[in-house]
């Protein structure tokens, strides 16, 4: 039987702040195999963003293992931190983090500049991969003249590009509205249909619904992990062709 993508054994992050030691996570274990959709949910302070920088590979614990993708995250040097970072994984953010000056294009390429990807097959691989979240027509756009939807597609785009194994989105919704949180939701399912395993941070319930399984955290410990027909969500805008 395969090992799951992500493996996590008995994980705690601890903080020094002077004196005090500040316990983020007290010792979560969690398995994810590819494909899943699975929401993290828990109030400001619940320790869910600390288990995300973690998965993302932002930060290491201070105590116990996390498995990605069949590799051990500890023993890997800072070289190979940002090649996974790079390859493995794919990050949605809030606030999107596009470059204000820099066309849709270009920003879904940067992360294949960083891997030495040719000017040519950056372009095709860009233009592909913002057909797939419906902006195949918005290449040359810059983020001012976007949407927030389109931007946090574009911003989906980008973290497709690199054809990773796991999205990690950071309260992706958070500044939608509901009509297109909903959409991209829609299309978060559509990845997770594709087999791309996607790991979503939201303190929403209604948003944690679309997912497939919702881990619920509560001070610095899972305290729900459930699993169950998720609600779906209305289909993605579609995929336009791409300007010639």
């Known amino acids: 039987m395969a090992e799951p993508l992500i493996v996590v054994r008995d994980v705690k992050k601890i903080y020094q702040t002077g004196d005090v030691e500040v316990h983020a996570l007290g010792g979560v274990s969690l398995d ?15 320790g869910k963003s600390t288990l ?71 372009h095709r691989r860009a233009a592909l991969s913002l057909e797939r979240v419906g902006l195949g027509q918005r290449l040359d756009h810059t983020p001012a ?3 927030g939807g389109q931007q946090q597609r574009v911003a989906i785009a980008r973290a497709l590009v690199g054809e990773p194994k796991v999205i990690l989105a950071d309260e992706p919704t958070g500044n939608l509205d509901s009509k297109t949180s909903i959409e991209v939701m829609g299309l978060f399912q559509e990845l997770g249909k594709a087999g791309i395993t996607v790991v979503l941070v939201t303190h929403e319930p209604d948003i944690a619904e679309y997912a497939t399984r919702v881990v619920v955290v509560k001070d610095g410990l899972i305290l729900e992990d459930t699993r169950h027909a998720p609600r779906m969500a209305a289909s993605p805008p579609k995929a336009e062709r791409p300007q010639s």
């Open 52 to 122: 995300m920088n973690i998965l993302g590979c932002l930060d290491r614990p201070t105590l116990g293992t996390y498995r990605l993708a069949g590799r051990q995250v500890a023993k890997m040097n800072r070289d190979e931190l940002a090649e996974t970072r790079n390859e493995v994984l794919g990050f949605v953010f809030q606030n999107f983090n596009l470059l204000a000056r820099t066309s849709a294009l270009e920003n879904v390429e940067l992360p294949l500049v960083y891997r030495g990807v040719h000017a040519k097959e950056r």
């Open 32 to 46: 994810i195999d590819s494909g899943e959709f699975v929401a993290i949910m828990g109030a400001s302070g619940s």
């Open 145 to 147: 003249q976007l949407s």
